[in-house]
């Protein structure tokens, strides 16, 4: 679209972020402005200090060494005929499909990234520089599919502030320009954000600086001062997600090191000399389960089964509200059974001992955990190891101890190598219908809010680890001794009196580890309250409503951002990470029903119907219902 100057009494969208999230809406309003608005003029103004469609996290500019953790055939940012959504459908290329168009010469090439697009293939897992080019280019189609009258203005500057009355236009105010930007309405697709530090890392920090030491706090890790952790010295790390593993890639091959095949296939690290050595733990003590390494295969389960739309409409209309734990938890449990023992069931009929309806009919009424579920599970599947206990999948090493560090080591690795073995072994396919149950949870629970920290972290866990080859890496950076485990229930310490941090666990009980150096693996904590976006901060000041976890509360039928009094704003909208509507991610794996593409449809038809009766002319009636989506 071309930078012609908006009119002043031209309709105005302002969409602040313009990252994959913003992308997504972008799309949306493409797609349906066809049926709600027509050919009136529109302007749509883009704000966002980082370039359309990578955004921050998926900018060009960071270390080629820094991959996806999903595969180039599972990522996605085009609806298909599962999505559940109002609007036509517009199919395009996942990934992979547009690296192979690029191949062919269908679409023109990245500048710098052809070796990479040659390399990639469906079952690859991309560096986030070639994910940037490819969310670069859903940016340019999505703009290019827009009516001949709507206009997109591109402002490379970051959003401080929105003023306006609630039936009036709205002002967005950006940093380093004098007058806002005047909006009919205004979206926020902000992804993740930096916070202010919470009670204990203001203390760890404050502990550092008074001493010398060097604390790095929650972040995005490739835009931390790793320059800071110096060659050869302890550093204690707190996180052992993917946050980690960008951490430990960027400290190790960043810095130099190599890997080495041996004729065994076991990869060996050779250092550079410059690496620190990093002891790692977590509340779990292990890292984020391997990526599936398999491709399905066979019937996937009927999902949802046990929490589906009419579960959470029951949920929701409870007059005296629900409790997470109480009332959705056994809800998960057994959607993600179900799931399991499904695939047990079709796939792997020898390891059971019943027909599969007569196992659904018991497992339909019986209580997730109770007695007689155990029982049916007992006696219908006779292998433990084929039973799913999501407790014991959450809480891997709890009642293990370990005499010394060098036993904990040594078990950990055996963990990590068991799990690879598992996760790329299609004998364990429940595992992989598992995944897809997570799936259709996280897309039933935005309707619920904001559910607390615990869900997150278990989805995470299970369904969104690193890719296999990086834990690979991990088991040789760790008999290389790059990489110290330090175990389960990690504790954190400041020692006055040493003037150094000191770490600990339940897996060793009684072993210490001291160090001057302190890095906390993991993205903040969103919170409208504490965040550093100075535009969040204001509009919470201003009487925005934050749920008690600290996300902005939105309507989760259209994303309208509520008042303290649980009212939606006319005007104001917010979709993504610190919303209490947040979905599993801004692109998806493709067929299944993403919850952030059904957000952005339901968000741009209310834009483009709020526009239609305010400020356009009357629509011409649309065509007949399908006549609008393209021919597949």
């Not at 290329?93 to 070796?115: F, N, Q, T």
């Not at 295969?297 to 949802?304: A, E």
């Not at 579920?373 to 006696?379: G, K, N, S």
């Not at 595992?431 to 897309?443: I, N, P, R």
């Amino acid at each position: 679209m071309s930078p012609a100057a908006p009119g002043p009494d031209r309709p105005s969208v302002v969409i602040v972020g313009a990252g994959p999230r913003g992308t997504g809406v972008l799309e949306r309003i493409a797609a349906n402005a066809p049926e709600l608005y027509g050919d009136a003029p529109l302007d749509l103004h883009l704000v966002d200090p980082h370039p359309p469609g990578g955004g921050r996290i998926w900018r060009q500019e960071q270390s080629p060494l820094l991959w996806m953790n999903s595969l180039a055939e599972d990522v996605t940012l085009f609806t298909d005929e599962t999505v559940e959504l109002a609007g036509p459908v517009r199919p395009g290329p996942s990934l992979a499909e547009w690296a192979r168009a690029v191949r062919d010469g269908e679409l023109a090439a990245p500048e710098g990234l052809c070796d990479d697009v040659a390399a990639l293939g469906p079952r690859d897992f991309a560096g986030r520089r070639l994910q940037s080019a490819y969310l670069g280019w859903v940016h340019q189609e999505a703009v290019a599919a827009l009516p001949p009258r709507v206009t997109v203005h591109t402002h490379r500057r970051t959003a401080v502030r929105v003023t306006g009355p609630r039936e009036g236009r709205q002002q967005v105010w950006l940093a380093g320009r004098r007058t806002p930007l005047a909006a009919d309405l205004v979206v926020l697709t902000l992804g993740h954000l930096e916070s202010e530090p919470d009670d204990e890392q203001r203390a760890l920090g404050e502990f550092a600086t008074r001493h010398g030491l060097v604390y790095l706090p929650p972040a995005f890790t490739a835009d931390s001062d790793l320059d800071a952790l110096r060659p050869g010295e302890p550093v204690l790390v707190r996180g052992f997600g993917l946050a980690f593993v960008d951490l430990m890639v960027l400290l190790t091959e960043g810095r130099g090191g190599t890997y080495t095949t041996g004729a065994d296939g076991e990869l060996t690290y050779r250092p550079s000399g410059r690496e620190p050595v990093l002891h790692v733990g977590s509340r779990r003590g292990v890292p984020y389960h391997s990526k599936i390494g398999y491709p399905p295969s066979g019937v996937r389960p009927p999902l949802p089964r046990f929490l589906g739309p009419a579960e959470v409409d029951a949920l929701l209309a409870r007059p005296g509200g629900f409790d997470f734990r109480r009332d959705v938890r056994p809800l998960i449990d057994k959607e993600l059974g179900f799931a399991h023992y499904h695939r047990l069931f079709t796939a792997h009929p020898d390891r059971t001992r019943m027909a599969w309806p007569d196992f659904e009919e018991k497992y339909a009424v019986a209580e997730p955990g109770g007695a007689a579920l155990q029982a049916l599970v007992a006696a219908a599947v006779p292998d433990p190891a084929d039973h799913l206990d999501p407790d014991a999948l959450d809480h891997p090493l709890d009642g293990i101890r370990h005499a010394d560090g060098a036993s904990l080591q040594a078990g950990l690795r055996a963990h990590i190598e068991a799990d690879l073995a598992r996760r790329h072994d299609p004998a364990h396919s429940p595992d992989l219908a598992v995944f897809f149950a997570l799936l259709s949870v996280y897309g039933q629970l935005v309707r619920l809010g904001d559910h607390g920290p615990w869900w997150h972290g278990f989805f995470s866990f299970l369904a969104s680890g690193p890719p296999g080859p990086r834990l690979r890496q991990l088991l040789a950076l760790s008999r290389a001794g790059v990489v110290r485990f330090l175990g389960a229930g990690l504790t954190v310490t400041a020692d006055q009196a040493r003037g150094v941090f000191r770490a600990g666990s339940a897996s060793v009980p009684g072993a210490w580890t001291e160090a001057r150096a302190l890095v906390e693996a993991r993205l903040p904590a969103p919170s409208v309250a504490r965040t550093r976006d100075r535009l969040l901060r204001a509009l919470y000041a201003d009487g925005a409503r934050a749920t008690a976890g600290g996300l902005l509360a939105v309507d989760p039928a259209d994303g309208r951002i509520l008042d303290r009094a649980g009212r939606p704003h006319p005007r104001r909208f917010a979709l993504g990470p610190h919303t209490d509507a947040r979905g599993s991610g801004a692109f998806t794996r493709p067929r299944t029903n993403a919850p952030a593409f059904r957000q952005n449809d339901a968000t741009a038809r209310a834009l483009l119907a709020f526009l239609r009766e305010r400020t356009a002319p009357p629509v011409p009636a649309p065509a007949p219902h399908g006549e609008d989506v393209p021919c597949r």
